[in-house]
């Protein structure tokens, strides 16, 4: 049934928020909410927000600020703040911003229905705790509507690691498993309505412990390989895993399971052993390194992925020089690097450590993403000759062109002359597009672009 109201929302941050966002609106669907594409037309905004570094918490202030106009006009209008900067923050955004109606922790959005009727109008509602109750229990069914071919699935929650920089073990709490037996009801749920590659997500997946359908625990592992079993269900990922947390069955996954996709993000953070001591990594590179080998022993062609600190307090040209080493040894297929941001209440930013010059830090964090680039780029080209599985996702700009990811994660174009592409069923005349979404096809790689590859259909 159609509702009769219209919600904004707009995500930022991790893949865990672009998950709650559905969620939420899932949730608020059952109030009567349609989701909507412009905040012009909403009875409802939420912005679903991101506390990780300073740039992305700020932006939520000149959002919000964006939307004074909108409600003035309407005075109807409800403003929600969802996600990690309402966990951190919600009493401040309340005082900041009083046009802000409603503000929700990211372990409590299963009130929200609740919240949304309490709020609007001079009342004010607040919910950032960390309930007893499972927020995914709690919520209803997930709605029977046709889906895209890949889908976010979260299984674990929260981080107990408190690497010292990070804000996560605060704003998400402390970890979580989700019990198995529900996580396969929600995956063979989404494979019914059209999902074909899904994607786990925990701050801390590879820690994922969660009950088993028959008692005792299940590692990430085992529940990778009982969701292998669900007919339908073609690709396999999972992110984001610590180090630490990288068990053998799970490194042994990745050469046993057809299913899950030799794609690994992996962060390291720094590669000098002074500054992962520091931020509280609890590894050194030598283990970074051993882990590699090994995950590459179980699977020689997988890409790996990293997130990368520059300018931590105290970090020395030679620290710097460490990492950059270290990228030079582990060749990553994709990386992410930004510049340390000192979050209020982390262990890095109370300490007081002097802070890596402004302008040093930017050079650093230049000649990182210089150098990972380069690698990013080589590995790509490298896939230039060869054969891969490509899951179809959407049509691109030209006639017949289609846009997938392959097993690696690259996006690949292909383009098929419709006129004598494959034909439905066999039956003479009938003239069905030859690549549809869904469709997982072997492709051979013929061209490296910018952020893309080019190939045809083998
Ligand atoms: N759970 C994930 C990371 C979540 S945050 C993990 O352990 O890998 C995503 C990335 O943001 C981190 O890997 C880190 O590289 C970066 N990050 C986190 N806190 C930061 C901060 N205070 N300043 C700059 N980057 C930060
Ligand atoms: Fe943050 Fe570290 Fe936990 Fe990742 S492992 S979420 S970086 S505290
Ligand atoms: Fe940001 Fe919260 Fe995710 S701080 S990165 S939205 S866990």
Redesign the pocket.
Known sequence: MAGTKKLFIKTYGCQMNVYDSERMAEALGGSGYDQVSSPEDADMILLNTCHIREKAAEKVYSELGRFQNLKEAKPDLKIGVAGCVAQAEGQEIMRRQPMVDLVVGPQSYHRLPEMEAKAGHGAKVLDTDFPEEDKFEALKARPRARRGPTAFLTVQEG?????A?????YT?GAEFSRPADRILTEARDLVDRGVREITLLG??VNAYHGAGPRGGDWSLARLIHALAEIDGLERLRFT?S?PNDMQDDLIAAHGTCAKLMPYLHL?V?SGSDRVLKAMN?KHGRDDYFRLIDRIRQARPDIHLSG?FIVGFPGETDADFEATLDLVRRVEYGTAFSFRYSARPGTPAAEKGERMVPDDVAAARLQALQSLLATQQRKLQDAMVGREVGVLFEKPGRLDGQMIGKSDYLHAVHVTVDNQTGDRTGGRTGDRAPALAPGDLRRVRILSSGTNSLSGALI
């Open positions: 981080c107990d690691k408190f690497c920089f990070c804000v996560v073990p998400r701050q801390n984001t610590h962060p953070q990594r997130d």
